[in-house]
């Protein structure tokens, strides 16, 4: 294709960030800062509602089961300030890594002196039934047979975030991306050229 082929390169908004509101000198300084540009507050409070739903619907069909809930059965709703302290305890543990159980960041014997997990966050046992009634979307209209079916309407937001915040230049490609991911999962991928051999595989569009 000649480039005078190519339609003329005319975006309605000039290349680059995309801030919500006038950027005031000394902020969006902190990692924190640039983290919620992504995962915004809005975003965080669907997942306590949909979390609390599933928790809901959990205790109604497992009556029994009460590793998941109070001791007396029930459920404290989780909230907006919870979750973050969420994701951050799931980011300190990628950085900080303990070999066995993830019991042992609650650990307070001298060999885990440090770990600030069991100082700062909910207990073991409340983090271990966030994890399992982790829920990003609203569980009652998840369509069968889709395997993003548990997360397609939080990548949609997501996605909605990172066209709003930037504008790409005149230069783009696709461009293949492993991600990597061992767990159970339909979506994994083994590529053998790839210095991620196992994982999930996105494309990208890459900016110049």
């Known amino acids: 294709v000649c480039s005078s082929d190519l339609p003329k390169f005319a975006p309605t908004r000039p290349v680059g960030l995309h801030l919500e509101g006038p950027h005031i000198r000394n902020t969006m300084v902190k990692p924190i800062e640039f983290f919620c540009l992504f995962f915004t507050q809005e975003m965080v409070d669907k ?41 951050a305890l799931l980011i300190y543990f990628s950085l900080v890594k303990v070999t066995g159980e993830v019991d042992k960041y609650w650990s307070t014997s001298t060999l885990y002196h440090g770990l600030w997990a069991w100082a700062i966050v909910p207990s073991r046992r409340r983090f271990l039934a966030l994890m399992a009634l982790l829920q990003v979307v609203n569980p009652i209209n998840e369509t069968a047979g889709n395997k993003l079916c548990e997360v397609g309407g939080f990548l949609n937001c997501f996605k ?12 783009v490609t696709i461009d293949e991306h492993m991600v990597k991911f061992r767990h159970r999962s339909g979506m994994w991928r083994y590529k053998k050229d790839k210095p991620t051999k196992w994982g999930m595989k996105l494309w990208v569009l890459a900016d110049s």
């Open 47 to 87: 997942i306590v509602l949909h979390m609390n739903t599933c928790a809901y619907i959990h205790i109604t069909q497992y009556a029994n089961k009460k590793e998941n809930t109070n001791l007396d059965g029930s459920w404290k709703e989780t909230t907006s300030d919870e979750i973050f302290w969420h994701i």
């Open 160 to 171: 909605s975030r990172c066209v709003m915040l930037y504008q790409p230049c005149q230069h």
